[in-house]
């Protein structure tokens, strides 16, 4: 009956039994004998150790299934694996691997050591060291805390290659005043000097937005044209103010008087909207005022004002 040994033992028995004679010392059973305990012994050989130093295997080792019945062919390591010759770690494996389907994030080492991830805007901004560099292109999405459509603000391109940024909620600012519409904030305003002596009387524009001239009519009397686009319609509300004599050279330096904003022309078609601004410090006694100011707010094209507010008598 076969025995199972080791290789040194098998070698042993080789050398003292199977004699290199012709002296006829040598049965049939000592070669049976020695090669059923070759056969029965290699497996235990083999996963012995021996193949680290004295039979290493120098060719690819590969487990093949079993044909007919489409089973076996599995490596089975129960205490691990290791890769004496590798330069990142020598320590034995004992965590099998499961495809990359089966890795998870946040199993992996090394998430949270230094900035490993720089395809990724760095979550701790400017201050990390790593600011971003390039333009970000986040497409005509909503960006908001919930990710949900029409809430919070995005981008819309125009086809001027400029873009709109909407948003579904008001500007809060740290004081906790808010901007809920642009209704708020003043659509054209204009500073000017109608009585620029030197200049002939023309006027003097000192500041200025949304408003592309301003022409003197008559003493007193002027017009105010707008941007083309600011407003939807002439139905803009429209504040003028002045001192109403020709002198600023102290606080004193006024004359009572009423400024009207009258008439109210073009369709930004045709012509550009116009204004008038007359300073009137009497019955038919018109001056042209040193300081003068004009504001406006009304409805940009396309804007929705909301409910229309109750009118009672």
Not at 120 to 149: E, Q
Not at 204 to 213: C, D, K
Not at 265 to 271: E, P, R, V
Request: hydrophobic share 35%; proline share 3%; charged share 15%.
């Amino acid at each position: 009956m076969a025995t199972m040994r080791t290789s040194g033992v098998i070698l042993g028995n080789i050398a003292e039994q199977l004699a290199d004679n012709n002296a006829g010392l040598i049965s049939a059973g000592d070669v049976r004998d020695n090669m059923e305990d070759i056969v029965f012994s290699i497996n235990s050989i083999v996963a012995s150790g021996d193949t680290v130093v004295q039979f290493p295997f120098f060719n690819d080792v590969k487990a093949k299934h079993d044909a007919s019945e489409g089973t076996g062919g599995t490596f089975i390591a129960e205490s691990g694996i290791t890769f004496p010759n590798s330069t990142v770690s020598t320590a034995r494996q004992t965590e099998p691997f499961l495809g990359v389907g089966g890795l998870l994030h946040d199993d992996l080492g090394g998430l949270t050591a230094g900035d490993t991830h720089t395809q990724y805007v760095s979550i701790s901004g400017h201050k990390s060291g790593r600011p971003m560099t390039g333009n970000l292109a986040m497409a005509s999405n909503w960006i908001g805390s919930a990710g949900n459509s029409n809430t919070g603000f995005k981008f819309s391109p125009n086809d001027d290659s400029t873009e709109d940024i909407l948003t579904s909620g008001d500007l809060v600012f740290g004081d906790n005043s808010r901007i809920n519409t642009g209704f708020s904030v003043a659509k054209a305003w204009l500073r000017f000097d109608a009585n620029d002596v030197d200049a002939g009387n023309v006027p003097v524009v000192h500041s200025w937005y949304n408003i592309s001239g301003i022409k003197r009519d008559d003493v007193g009397k002027f017009t105010i044209t707008f941007d083309s686009g600011v407003f939807a319609n002439n139905n803009y509300v429209a504040i003028g103010t002045s001192n109403g004599t020709i002198t600023s050279g102290s606080k004193e330096d006024m004359t009572v008087n009423t400024v009207a904003c009258v008439l109210r022309n073009g369709d930004d078609a045709s012509a550009l909207r116009t204004c008038t601004f007359v300073t009137e410090t009497g019955p038919g006694t018109y001056v042209n005022g040193k300081i003068n100011d004009f504001v406006a707010y009304g409805y940009e094209p396309t804007a929705i004002s909301g409910t229309v507010p109750t009118v009672t008598v």
